[in-house]
């Protein structure tokens, strides 16, 4: 069991850039990802990392974007948001699974988020 909490969310110019956090409770051994899901879209995936740094995969849209690492330390993940886009405009949420198996698949996570909204403006 986890919980997570996002943060970093706001509104940006386009080409601006923008630093997700998630701060996990509990064991820190998650594949950890992120998701976005705009008004009326489904939820997308955006990229994922195992839990020992190891392995990371992304969305061909974020991809040499939006890198993502983590501080297993303080067990959080980060999303580095650069060269934002309107269509990047979301909210995203952070999602963590057992295993160290990389997915792109929302319901593989068992452990989601509440969400912090990304607006970026033309």
């Known amino acids: 069991q986890v919980q997570l909490v996002e943060s970093g969310g706001g509104l940006v110019q386009a080409g601006g850039s923008l630093r997700l956090s998630c701060a996990a409770s509990?064991?820190?051994?998650?594949?950890m990802g992120w998701f976005r899901q705009a008004p009326g879209k489904e939820r997308e995936f955006v990229a994922a990392i195992s839990w020992n740094n190891g392995r990371s995969k992304y969305a061909d849209s974020v991809k040499g974007r939006f890198p993502i690492s983590r501080d297993n330390a303080k067990n959080t993940v980060y999303l580095q948001m650069n060269s934002l886009k309107p269509e990047d405009t979301a909210t995203y949420y952070c999602?963590?699974?057992?295993?160290?198996?990389?997915?792109?698949?929302?319901?593989?996570?068992?452990?989601w988020g509440q969400g912090t909204q990304v607006t970026v403006s033309a």
């Open positions: 509990g064991r820190s051994m998650y594949t």
């Open positions: 999602a963590a699974r057992e295993g160290d198996i990389l997915s792109d698949t929302p319901s593989r996570y068992q452990y």
